[in-house]
T-cell receptor, first 117, second 116 residues
Framework: DTGVSQDPRHKITKRGQNVTFRCDPISEHNRLYWYRQTLGQGPEFLTYFQNEAQLEKSRLLSDRFSAERPKGSFSTLEIQRTEQGDSAMYLC???????????????FGEGSWLTVV | RKEVEQDPGPFNVPEGATVAFNCTYSNSASQSFFWYRQDCRKEPKLLMSVYSSGNEDGRFTAQLNRASQYISLLIRDSKLSDSATYLCVVNMGFMNYGGSQGNLIFGKGTKLSVKP
C-alpha cells in the first residue's frame, strides 16, 4: 500500500502522559498536513509542512502540541501532558505543492485515534 | 459565524432518489472548493472538486455560486453505497497555482443514509 500511513492507529493514554503519532506520506509528496477530528465535527486544520519547513500553524495548536518533519519525509505529532479534550482522531494528509496547470489533491491517512482517560 | 456551514442532516432517502446538499462559506477570498466523502470512522476521501462553471461526475453534480458564496452537491439515482457523510471544503489557495495557503477548511458534514 503506497498511501499515507499513520501509526499507531489507536492509542489510549492516561491524562498527563505524552503521546506521539507518526505519519509517512505518499513518497513523492512534499506537503504534509495534520488535522484533528472530533465526533460530529469536520476535520480541523492543525499545521502543515512543505518539505521540512512548517509553513502554517493553527491557533488550535497549543503549546502542548508540537509537530516535526526533520528530513522532509515522515512527520511526528507530539502531545504533551494530554488532557481529556485531546481525545480525537488525528489525521495526517499529504499532497504535492500545486504547480501551474496541476491540482493538489490532498490524500488522507486512516487516522490515529486518541483516547485520554 | 462558522467559516463553512452545512446542514448536518441526517438525510434519509430511498434508493433511486435524488438528493441535494448545500453549503455556504464566509470568506469571499476562498479560491478552491471541494466535496469530500467520509464513511463512519474512516478518513475523508475526495469526491470531487467544484468549478465555477459547475461540473458533473457520473451521478454527482457540483455547483458553485461565488456571488452567494454557496456550493451544492446533487446526487442522482442514489445507491445504498452512497450512505456516508459529505463534507464541504474550501481552500484559500488557488487549486492550480503555487498557492501559499495549505489548509483545507471543512464543514461539519451532512450525513446521508440511503435506504432500500
Amino acid at each position: 500500500d503506497t498511501g499515507v500511513s499513520q501509526d499507531p492507529r489507536h492509542k489510549i493514554t492516561k491524562r498527563g502522559q505524552n503521546v506521539t503519532f507518526r505519519c509517512d506520506p505518499i513518497s513523492e509528496h512534499n506537503r504534509l498536513y495534520w488535522y484533528r477530528q472530533t465526533l460530529g465535527q469536520g476535520p480541523e486544520f492543525l499545521t502543515y509542512f512543505q518539505n521540512e519547513a512548517q509553513l502554517e500553524k493553527s491557533r488550535l495548536l497549543s503549546d502542548r502540541f508540537s509537530a516535526e518533519r526533520p528530513k522532509g519525509s515522515f512527520s511526528t505529532l507530539e502531545i504533551q501532558r494530554t488532557e481529556q479534550g485531546d481525545s480525537a482522531m488525528y489525521l495526517c494528509a499529504s499532497s504535492l505543492a500545486p504547480r501551474t496547470g496541476s491540482g493538489n489533491t490532498i490524500y488522507f491517512g486512516e487516522g490515529s485515534w486518541l483516547t485520554v482517560v | 459565524r462558522k467559516e463553512v456551514e452545512q446542514d448536518p442532516g441526517p438525510f434519509n432517502v430511498p434508493e433511486g432518489a435524488t438528493v441535494a446538499f448545500n453549503c455556504t462559506y464566509s470568506n469571499s477570498a476562498s479560491q478552491s472548493f471541494f466535496w469530500y466523502r467520509q464513511d463512519c470512522r474512516k478518513e475523508p476521501k475526495l469526491l470531487m472538486s467544484v468549478y465555477s462553471s459547475g461540473n458533473e461526475d457520473g451521478r454527482f453534480t457540483a455547483q458553485l455560486n461565488r456571488a452567494s458564496q454557496y456550493i451544492s452537491l446533487l446526487i442522482r439515482d442514489s445507491k445504498l453505497s452512497d450512505s456516508a457523510t459529505y463534507l464541504c471544503v474550501v481552500n484559500m489557495g488557488f487549486m492550480n497555482y503555487g498557492g501559499s495557503q495549505g489548509n483545507l477548511i471543512f464543514g461539519k458534514g451532512t450525513k446521508l443514509s440511503v435506504k432500500p
